[in-house]
T-cell receptor, first 112, second 114 residues
């Protein structure tokens, strides 16, 4: 398994602004997933991008993947106060019995 | 509703006591996982199970035990050997333990030491 490193650790923006969060990893991956965690709750899967994809959209979410730089970005457009949460990336490596591991995440605060 | 149910939401442990956290899923998932989350930290894998009657240690299994007697259930016991058990515990499941499978999480159990 491989743990992603999210950056920045904390991000504070005004409602309506875009939020960009980054994730770096160290070895080749099969795919990379992004999850969200509201305070005191479990994680919720947001989006999965495969290693042969460069960009993927889901509603106000846009995820990019650059395998040459071993990095991914999650963009939330037109942020809302309800987007306030922690965000985690989870890169998955090839091979059976691979387990998702999670870094410290990014704490996003969206001010009304 | 389909999903994962963790209980209790809050649990208190006395010194030297074993406590068991419940995790039940009705998603018909093969794989189940237990994670521990400390404040401001990431999730660390405790144990995981790919199939009934089989489970493997994760990164921090010492002081914990699990069982998988039924597909739907994956209880976690925090034993007295776990000296620092205060944390938020999350159970998750996936259809299979493969790298393209997303995880579904329960709402967590906050364990505190009295």
């Amino acid at each position: 398994s491989q743990q992603g490193e999210e950056d920045p650790q904390a991000l504070s923006i005004q409602e309506g602004e875009n939020a960009t969060m980054n994730c770096s990893y160290k070895t080749s991956i099969n795919n990379l997933q992004w999850y969200r965690q509201n305070s005191g709750r479990g994680l919720v899967h947001l989006i999965l991008i495969r290693s042969n994809e460069r960009e993927k959209h889901s509603g106000r979410l846009r995820v990019t993947l650059d395998t040459s730089k071993k990095s991914s970005s999650l963009l939330i457009t037109a942020s809302r106060a309800a987007d306030t949460a922690s965000y985690f990336c989870a890169p998955t490596v090839p091979g059976a019995n691979s387990k998702l591991t999670f870094g410290k995440g990014i704490t996003l605060s969206v001010r009304p | 509703d389909g999903g994962i149910t963790q209980s209790p939401k809050y649990l208190f442990r006395k010194e030297g006591q074993n406590v068991t956290l419940s995790c039940e899923q009705n998603l018909n998932h093969d794989a189940m996982y237990w994670y521990r989350q400390d404040p401001g930290q990431g999730l660390r894998l405790i144990y995981y199970s790919q199939i009934v009657n089989d489970f493997q240690k994760g990164d921090i299994a010492e002081g914990y035990s699990v069982s998988r007697e039924k597909k739907e259930s994956f209880p976690l016991t925090v034993t007295s050997a776990q000296k620092n058990p205060t944390a938020f515990y999350l159970c998750a499941s996936s259809a299979r333990q493969e790298t393209n499978e997303k995880l579904f999480f329960g709402s967590g159990t906050q364990l505190s030491v009295l």
